[in-house]
């Protein structure tokens, strides 16, 4: 059974005081998938941690969708006090999507807890590391900075499978904010290592007990508090590593359904015809079903679609080749609606398409890349594998 770093700290407060002594004051930041076992939230957990070690909660930190985990992608959240304990809560979602360097002042430790889901384009990795890059900017002017400490959660995705293309600089963005392949296989205690020993700053981490690298979502023994309100499943973090490139385009990835990233469509597909060329992929445990749906909210609003609802088997081949099997579909559509199919424009003048900041360059939107990632970007995730090895804390 795994067992989180948060859920270790709940048991026993007195890990606490190996990063944080008397008199510290404490920042966490958190939304509601950071529980520890009973459903303790993070907050809870720390406050009384803080207690028997004689330092103080003074600051707490939400990330896209907020502390609370009420707001849907994209939607700004303003700073607020928290009812219960008094508490100020400052946005990380605010209009920089940057932390302001006031807020982090008067800290001695940063405390940082969220459900990772394992894809670079997962904004929470993007909140991570723009947290270290300002505190390496503190550190260069010579100011004070907090330590950072992750409490670890496991990747759901797996820890031995990494995918995708890596990020060509000058394309980062909070969906892609360092060079990691799409499906990166670390916890964000890892990667809060790997990337703080880039920005020459030690960052610790309360390891997961009982988890190691090749578990995955069929091993996955913990209850699942959606860390975002468009993942409500397990069945939908895979759905939502093939879905997610529809983000850049005109085709609906499922938002404003009960089933988002497991439905893709749009007003001008046939759902049998997409069903038939999914399957011609012949990819054991990748299966489909047309289906018609009607976005609530976001691409085609209140508009009739048809489409597919995908299903993936978590133990199948499909699992450990979900970023090809993304590029796949991408290509099908482009393929099968040339005059429907577009990539969506930037979001703003001068800005990357949205396409090119969730895939890390130009290669989708300028003409398919025509091999399968798995195939094109070999020689990268090998010298990837070995770039993050000295960071790993699971074997």
Request: glycine share 10%; hydrophobic share 40%.
């Amino acid at each position: 059974m795994t067992v989180s770093g948060l859920t270790r700290l709940a048991r026993e407060s007195a890990l606490l005081s190996a990063y944080a002594g008397r008199g510290d004051r404490l920042g966490l930041v958190a939304n509601p998938s950071a529980q520890a076992r009973g459903f303790v939230p993070a907050h809870a957990v720390l406050a009384r941690a803080c207690e028997k070690t004689g330092c103080s909660l003074v600051r707490l930190f939400g990330p896209e969708h907020g502390f609370y985990g009420e707001a849907q992608a994209g939607q700004r959240v303003p700073d607020s006090v928290d009812k219960a304990s008094g508490i100020p809560v400052v946005s990380l979602y605010n209009e920089s999507k940057r932390p302001r360097k006031e807020s982090l002042s008067g800290l001695d430790l940063l405390v940082y807890d969220l459900q990772d889901v394992g894809l670079r384009w997962y904004t929470y990795l993007g909140t991570l590391t723009r947290i270290l890059e300002t505190l390496a900017e503190l550190k260069a002017e010579g100011r004070p900075y907090p330590r950072v400490l992750v409490l670890d959660r496991p990747n759901p995705l797996s820890g031995a499978i990494v995918e995708g293309p890596g990020l060509v600089a000058g394309f980062e963005s909070l969906v892609g904010p360092y060079d990691l392949p799409i499906r990166h296989g670390l916890s964000l205690g890892e990667y809060a290592r790997m990337r703080g020993a880039g920005l020459g700053l030690s960052v610790d981490a309360l390891a997961v007990e009982g988890w190691s690298r090749g578990m995955g979502i069929g091993s996955w023994k913990e209850a699942w508090i959606p860390p975002s309100p468009n993942l409500p499943s397990l069945a939908s973090l895979p759905a939502y590593a093939l879905s997610c490139l529809l983000e850049g385009t005109n085709v609906s990835e499922g938002r404003g359904t009960a089933n988002p990233f497991e439905m893709l469509g749009a007003p001008w597909v046939s759902g049998p015809e997409l069903r038939e060329a999914i399957d011609a992929l012949g990819i054991a445990g990748l299966s489909c079903r047309p289906v018609f749906f009607v976005p609530s909210f976001s691409k085609y609003q209140g508009q009739r679609c048809e489409g597919v609802q995908l299903y993936i088997d978590p133990d199948s081949p499909a699992f450990a080749r979900l970023i090809d099997i993304a590029f796949e579909l991408l290509t099908i559509l482009r393929a099968l609606y040339p005059r429907d199919f577009e990539f969506l424009p930037p979001w703003s003048p001068g800005a990357k398409r949205p396409i090119s900041l969730l895939w890390g360059s130009d290669d989708l939107a300028d003409g398919s890349p025509g091999e399968r990632p798995s195939a094109r970007y070999g020689d990268y995730l090998r010298a990837y594998e070995m770039k993050r090895r000295p960071f790993l804390l699971y074997s």
